[in-house]
């Protein structure tokens, strides 16, 4: 059967209410150019309706003077736009090359098992929304797994699986290095730029990522001080760049100048 593309199915769906509709106005405000609004406009839609729905495409064109299919287009094209309604938690498990290698795939085939469900799909209970994810830039604590965007480090299939027993069991839990885990709409809705006082829980970085900073110090080394290096020091950035001005106006002339003399050779 094909999908209406207008008509009953789209008409009957439920308009945003005016408080969220108020909050879609409040985003775009924020921005000179409005239509920078839209990526956290379309987290907001998620933080309320679950997914990207045609109603909150439709509300965002409007807002931002954008037709829908160009709003659509955005939204299908970043992987953190959702189309089909997730769960009270997202769990994606880094399957790229590190953390592959490290386990994830492993992870990724035990959760299937373990939750019943493919990529993509939600628990029948509606709790849990397992997708494969791409690198997090979390490869130092390889292999990885997500909950609503947190990060759980150096995760096995067995510390996964705990993992997600927690989490529909309603149990506390706290990422590796970040906030208490929220449900995946609220997560949603700090996205869309409004804070829940959770940014500074947890710690924000784990001794992998500090190792060199350790060595470096363990070893007194430090960052360059610039001297005899131009460009560096705050009056050899004024310097640099009034003699880069000069060169690239020396060279326009040059360009120019050249061209003008093919032209007369070209005359003559
Ligand atoms: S490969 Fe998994 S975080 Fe980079």
């Not at 590190?98 to 990529?119: Q, Y």
């Not at 004024?238 to 070209?266: F, I, L, N, P």
């Amino acid at each position: 059967m094909t999908e209406p593309t207008s008509g009953k199915a789209e008409a009957d769906e439920p308009k945003l209410s005016s408080q969220v509709m108020s909050e879609l106005h409040e985003i775009a405000g924020r921005y000179p150019q409005a239509r920078s609004a839209l990526l956290p406009m379309l987290h907001l839609v998620q933080s309320v309706e679950g997914c990207v729905t045609t109603a909150g495409i439709e509300a965002c064109a409007d807002i931002l003077n954008l037709t829908a299919a160009e709003v659509a287009a955005v939204a299908t094209f970043y992987t953190m736009y959702k189309r089909r309604p997730v769960g009270d938690h997202h769990v994606g498990v880094c399957t790229n090359t590190l953390c592959a290698i490290m386990g994830g795939d492993a992870i990724f085939e035990r959760l299937k098992d373990h939750l019943d469900v493919g990529n993509d799909e939600t628990t029948e209970d509606g709790k849990i929304t397992l997708e494969h994810i791409e690198c997090n830039a979390a490869c130092d604590f390889a292999p990885v797994v997500m909950v609503n965007w947190e990060f759980f480090d150096n995760q096995t299939p067995e510390s996964a699986a705990q993992l997600v027993d927690s989490l529909r069991s309603g149990e506390e839990v706290r990422a590796s290095r970040g906030a208490r885990i929220s449900s995946w709409r609220e997560a949603e809705r700090v996205l869309a730029g409004y804070p829940d006082g959770r940014a500074d829980e947890g710690p924000a970085a784990g001794p992998a990522t500090l190792a060199g900073l350790a060595l470096a110090r363990r070893r007194g080394w430090r960052a360059p001080s610039g001297d005899g290096v131009p460009g560096t020091k705050p009056t050899d950035v004024v310097e640099a760049v009034e003699q880069a001005d000069t060169q690239r106006a020396e060279s326009e002339t040059k360009v120019s100048e050249s061209g003008a003399e093919t032209k007369g050779d070209k005359d003559a």
